[in-house]
């Protein structure tokens, strides 16, 4: 303790080591490979639900799993089966990554409907964020552990390239809902301290949903604490189709 003392002042962080899944570290044993899980707090319920969900995989030899360090990943079904294809960051598809093949195996995730609950565990104590991004690892024992909330950085492309639409079968009720609210945002924009930057895509959006109101290329998930008016809402860009 005293030697990360005088590396690092008082700025660090002691977290316990945590071992992976056996079945987890078949994909690659250098790197934890997490499951990244799409938390959404519904529009129309405010209920908590799962859209989407992610297996990321680290490349042979590196200790990440992250896209961009070289690492893949594949689509999640609800039931836990991992999709036929693995994605790069760039949304080249591989049947097979560090020498296993996805296409000709139903690989499932261990224990997965205790993921999908432990993340909704979670997604539900985070009131100010309708939409969560969490990494969430199995120890040896097959428990869920958090490694990480991806709350700004959302990163929707992994799920679009593996899935289809991020928002899966709620898709139509966030389209819905932005599209009663269109008028009252771009209005709301002119009194805001988002600046001209946000007012532009307000009004992209809006000019979307002018021409045709069946297609829509982008949408925009406000943030929120859900009793809090619209001048405290946060509007971040997420394409759906």
Known sequence: MESLKLQFGENFIVQECLSQHPYMAQFNNTSVNTIRVMTYRSL????????????RVGAEGKDVDNAHAGGMFCGISANGVLGKYMCDYLGNKKKSFNGVDYSNSDFCIPNYNR???????????????????????????????????????????????????????????????????????????????????????????????????????????????????????????????
């Open 44 to 55: 129309a319920t405010n209920e908590v639900v799962i859209p989407n969900a992610i297996l």
């Open 115 to 241: 993921v999908k609950e432990f993340a909704k565990e979670v997604a539900d104590k985070v009131l100010h964020h309708r939409l969560l991004a969490l990494d969430i690892m199995l120890d040896e024992q097959g428990n869920p552990k958090l490694i990480e909330v991806n709350v700004g950085g959302f990163s929707a492309w992994l799920f679009q390239y593996t899935n289809g639409s991020a928002f899966g079968q709620y898709t139509d009720e966030v389209i819905s809902f932005f599209e009663k609210r269109k008028n009252k945002c771009c209005k709301h924009s002119n009194h805001n301290n988002y600046g001209k930057q946000s007012k532009k895509w307000l009004l992209i959006a809006n000019s979307i949903f002018a021409a045709n109101k069946k297609f829509l290329g982008f949408m925009y998930i406000l943030l929120s604490i859900p009793d809090r008016g619209l001048a405290s809402w946060r509007i971040s860009p997420i394409i759906l189709c």
